[in-house]
C-alpha cells in the first residue's frame, strides 16, 4: 500500500529527475560538491552554495564562484571556470517570456566585453537563488 509520505518522496523524486533532464537547475549536495571539487579548493576555502545545472554546476564559496563544465559523452572532460567575486562588474538575468520560455543568466567580468552566458530550461525555479548568490556574494565578498 501506497502511504501518503511514499507518494510525496516519489513525486520529490520524479520532479528532482525532470529538473535535471530538462536542464533547471537543483540545488546540489554540497559535501558531494566538495568531494568532487577538493582538488581544485585551496586551504580554507569551504562551497557554501552550489546549483546544479544538467551535468554543469555552479559553485559559490568564500573566496570565489566556480563555474564547472563536464564536457564530452562521459564528462570526463571539465572546464573549471573561477571567477572573483570582486571581478564581476555587473550581471543580468532574462526570465522567459511567453514564446521564448527559457531565461538567461549573463555575468560580466572585469577586463572583458562578452559575458559568460547561462540557459536555465523552462520552470527551473532556482534561476532567482542563483542570481541572488552573485548579488550576495559580489556585495558580501569575503575578505
Known sequence: MLS??????????????????????????????????????IQGEEIQLAFKLVRDFFVFTNFRLILVDKQGLTGKKVEYHTILYKSITHFSL???????????????????????????????????EVQGAIAFYTIYPSK
Open 94 to 128: 532574462e526570465t522567459g517570456g511567453r514564446f521564448d520560455l527559457d531565461a538567461d543568466l549573463k555575468i560580466w567580468i572585469s577586463g572583458t566585453s562578452t559575458p559568460i552566458e547561462k540557459k536555465f530550461k523552462k520552470g527551473g525555479n532556482l534561476v532567482a
Open 4 to 41: 501518503v509520505s511514499n507518494a510525496f518522496q516519489d513525486r520529490k523524486f520524479l520532479t528532482f529527475m525532470l529538473n535535471k533532464l530538462l536542464g533547471n537547475a537543483v540545488k546540489a549536495n554540497i559535501e558531494q560538491v566538495s568531494k568532487e571539487l577538493g582538488h581544485i579548493l
